[in-house]
C-alpha cells in the first residue's frame, strides 16, 4: 500500500537528460517533493549522497520475463526479475504480454495481469504482442490503450508463430496512427531466414554459430526498411526494436532523414559482444543465441554514432532469459531448437555507463536520456518517470562511480537473475548502482536488497500522441491524401 515516509537525500550530484548540479532532494511520500540547495528539513530517512550521482531509475522499455516461447518459459519470473533489475538500477520496466492467436488481446492483458500482480518489485508497464488483427477486431487496439497499454509488437520474424503479415502490420500502424498509440516492429526477414535455416540444416549445420550465420545483416535492414516504409503510408510513428547491426542502421537514417516519425532502439549485447562469441568452446556459443544475433565487432562503433546522432533513442535490454542447462540444450543437436533470448536487465546501467560513458562515446546527460528519459517519453510514462523534478515519482538511484566491479553469474553480488550465466562473464566496470529508491521507497539500500515482492504496481501508460509527446498530434491521418512520397523523391501530386 501507499506510505508516506519522507526521505531527505543530502549533497548528490543531481544527473538528469538535461541537468548535472549538486542539490539535496525531499520525498514525501511517492514523489519528489523539493529540490534545493542545503534543505534543512527533518524527514523520517536521510541518505548522504555526497560523491554519488543521483539519476532518475533506469526505465527498460523491452523485458520477457515469465514468457512462453521456443517450447518453454523464460526463467526469470516478474518477482525474481524485477528485483535483479533493482539491483542494477532499473526502477521501471516495459514487459511484453502475448496475444494468443485467433483470441482477444485483452484476455492477453488479463493474464499478465494475473502473472506481475503482487510480484514486481518496482513499477511495471506492459506492451501486447499482436499475432493477428482483422479489421473486425482492430477496436481491441484501442481498448487496450484506454487501459494503459499504449504500444504494441509485431513481428517479421518467427512464421508459424508470432510473424505477422504486412497486411495485418499496416492494418495495425493505421490504426495506432488514428489513436496516437505505437507499433513496435521486430524487423527482420523471417520467412527467408527459415529458408536459410533449412539450407543450414540439410547440410548438418547445428552449432550455436548458426543461429548468426542464417540471420545475415541484410535480411535485418529488409525488414527495418519495409516497417518503416509501411509506418510511411499508414502515416503512423514507429519504434524498431532491438536494432542490432550497420545495415540497419543505415535504413533507419534513410527514413528519418525523409520525416518518417521512426524510433528505435539497441541493446547492450549489439554494443558489446559480437558474433566471435558463437565459437565458445562446446555448446557456450548458445549463451548469445538471441535474435537479432550477435554482429561483427565493427558494428559496434557505427551503433554509438546511431546514439550520438540521436539516429537510436534508447538503449534496452530485450531481457529474454534461458538457463543454459535444459533450456538452451533443448537446441544442443539442432541450432534452430535454441529458444532465442539472453539475460541483461540487471546490468544495463552499469555497462552502459562503464562501456558508453566512461570510455567517451556518450556523455553522462545522454546516458540518462538513453536508459531512462527517451523510454518515458516515447512510452508514455514521462514526467511520472524518466526525470527527477518536483511532482515526479521518486524513482531515483544512487550510483557510485567510483564501485568497481566484475561482472560475474558466480558473485553474490552482480548476479541477481535467476539464470545460470551471464552474458557478460568477466567484464569489469567502474560505477555500480548504491541505493534505488522506487516511487519514495528505498528498495536496494547500500547493494542489498530491501525491499518485497508487490512493491512495485502496474502503470497506466499515456498515448504517444498524448500531452507529452512532441510530435504529429494533429497529422492528418488520411492515408489516401496526397504526400510527396507518392510519387518520385520531392514531386507533390497537382
Ligand atoms: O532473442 C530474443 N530477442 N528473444 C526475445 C523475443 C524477441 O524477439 O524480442
Ligand atoms: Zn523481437
Ligand atoms: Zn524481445
Not at 537528460?17 to 540547495?37: C, E, H, P
Not at 516504409?229 to 545495415?247: G, N
Not at 531481457?319 to 540487471?346: A, T, W
Request: aromatic content about 8%; some cysteine; overall charge neutral.
Amino acid at each position: 500500500g501507499e506510505h508516506k515516509v519522507s526521505v531527505l537525500i543530502k549533497n548528490g550530484r543531481i544527473v538528469t537528460a538535461v541537468d548535472d548540479y549538486r542539490a539535496d532532494i525531499f520525498i514525501n511520500g511517492s514523489q519528489v517533493a523539493l529540490i534545493g540547495k542545503d534543505l534543512a528539513i527533518e524527514a523520517d530517512k536521510r541518505i548522504d549522497a555526497s560523491g554519488k550521482l543521483v539519476i532518475p531509475g533506469g526505465v527498460d522499455p523491452h523485458t520477457h520475463l515469465e514468457l512462453p516461447f521456443g517450447g518453454t518459459t523464460t526463467s526469470d519470473t516478474f518477482e525474481t526479475g524485477t528485483r535483479a533489475a533493482a539491483y542494477g538500477g532499473t526502477t521501471c520496466i516495459i514487459d511484453f504480454a502475448v496475444q494468443t492467436r485467433g483470441t482477444s488481446t485483452l484476455k492477453a492483458l488479463d493474464t499478465w495481469h494475473a502473472k506481475a500482480e503482487g510480484k514486481t518489485a518496482i513499477d511495471y508497464a506492459f506492451h501486447m504482442i499482436v499475432t493477428d488483427m482483422p479489421q473486425e477486431r482492430v477496436g481491441e487496439m484501442r481498448s487496450l490503450a484506454d487501459s494503459g497499454v499504449t504500444s504494441y509488437k509485431l513481428f517479421m520474424a518467427y512464421p508459424g508463430a508470432l510473424l505477422s503479415d504486412d497486411g495485418t502490420i499496416f492494418r495495425a500502424m493505421r490504426k495506432a496512427g488514428e489513436d496516437g498509440t505505437l507499433v513496435c516492429m521486430h524487423a527482420e526477414n523471417g520467412i527467408v531466414i527459415d529458408e536459410l535455416v533449412k539450407i543450414a540444416l540439410a547440410q548438418r549445420h547445428v552449432e550455436p554459430k548458426y543461429h548468426a550465420l542464417t540471420r545475415p545483416t541484410r535480411l535485418e535492414a529488409e525488414g527495418v526498411h519495409r516497417a518503416l516504409a509501411i509506418a510511411e503510408v499508414a502515416r503512423a510513428p514507429v519504434y524498431i526494436v532491438h536494432l542490432s547491426c550497420y545495415d540497419a542502421l543505415h535504413e533507419l537514417r534513410m527514413a528519418q532523414a525523409r520525416g518518417v516519425m521512426a524510433h528505435a532502439e539497441t541493446c547492450p549485447q549489439y554494443l558489446l559482444l559480437d558474433v566471435d562469441r558463437y565459437d565458445e568452446p562446446g555448446f557456450d556459443g548458445a549463451k548469445y543465441v538471441l535474435t537479432p544475433p550477435l554482429r561483427e565487432k565493427w558494428n559496434h562503433d557505427e551503433l554509438w554514432g546511431g546514439l550520438r546522432s540521436h539516429a537510436l533513442d534508447v538503449i534496452s535490454t530485450d531481457h529474454c532469459p534461458f538457463c543454459l542447462k535444459e533450456q538452451k540444450e533443448l537446441g544442443r543437436s539442432d541450432f534452430s531448437k535454441i529458444p532465442n533470448g539472453g539475460p541483461g536487465i540487471e546490468s544495463r546501467m552499469s555497462l552502459i555507463y562503464h562501456y558508453g560513458v566512461s570510455t567517451g562515446h556518450i556523455s553522462l546527460n545522454r546516458f540518462v536520456e538513453l536508459t531512462s528519459t527517451a523510454p518515458a517519453k516515447i512510452f508514455g510514462l514521462f514526467p511520472k518517470k524518466g526525470t527527477i523534478a518536483v511532482g515526479s515519482d521518486a524513482d531515483i538511484v544512487i550510483f557510485d562511480p567510483a564501485r568497481e566491479e566484475t561482472i560475474s553469474a558466480f558473485n553474490g553480488r552482480t548476479h541477481h537473475m535467476n539464470i545460470d550465466y551471464s552474458a557478460y562473464e568477466g567484464f569489469k566496470v567502474k560505477g555500480y548502482t548504491e541505493t534505488v529508491l522506487s516511487r519514495g521507497k528505498v528498495v536496494i539500500e547500500n547493494g542489498n536488497y530491501v525491499g518485497r515482492a508487490g512493491d512495485g504496481a502496474f502503470v497506466k501508460r499515456r498515448a504517444y500522441g498524448g500531452q507529452y509527446a512532441n510530435t504529429h498530434a494533429n497529422m492528418v491521418r488520411d492515408v489516401l491524401a496526397p504526400r510527396a512520397s507518392l510519387g518520385s523523391p520531392g514531386r507533390r501530386l497537382p
